[in-house]
């Protein structure tokens, strides 16, 4: 059974930076596509990033140039690093993983769904303030 537990969300203002944490149960005994998604109040769930086995990153083009997204194998652990927030950053934050791809990434990041990942984490909400 694959866990997957994030931490770091918080309270900030417009442009100061957060950064998540993922610690996944399962990291090094498989490979993973690794993402993360955010929900907005109100609205769908949606990929901001991702990274593949070999370290390969995508990115939503709204969080380019701001969110770096990283993975420490070493400590089972995957980063989000968010500088320069804007209000419309605000939302519940998941990590997401899935092994189908035998640890790459398929498909467009804007176009994935909840159900092309099979694993995650309970959220961690990121609250950006104007």
């Known amino acids: 059974q694959v866990q997957l537990v994030e931490s770091g969300g918080g309270s900030v203002q417009t442009g100061g930076s957060l950064k998540l944490s993922c610690v996944v149960s399962t990291f090094n005994s498989k490979k993973y596509c690794l993402a993360w998604f955010r929900q907005a109040p109100g609205k769908e769930r949606q990929a901001v990033a991702s990274?593949?086995?070999?370290?390969?990153?995508t990115y939503r083009d709204s969080v380019k140039g701001r969110f770096t997204i990283m993975k420490d194998n070493a400590k089972s652990t995957l980063y989000l690093q968010m500088d320069a927030l804007k209000p419309e950053d605000t939302g519940t934050y998941y990590c997401a993983a899935d092994d189908g791809g035998i640890g790459y990434c398929f498909g467009a990041l804007d176009l994935w769904e909840d159900s092309d990942f099979a694993h995650w984490g309970q959220g961690t909400q990121v609250t950006v303030s104007s």
């Open positions: 990274i593949d086995v070999d370290g390969g990153t």
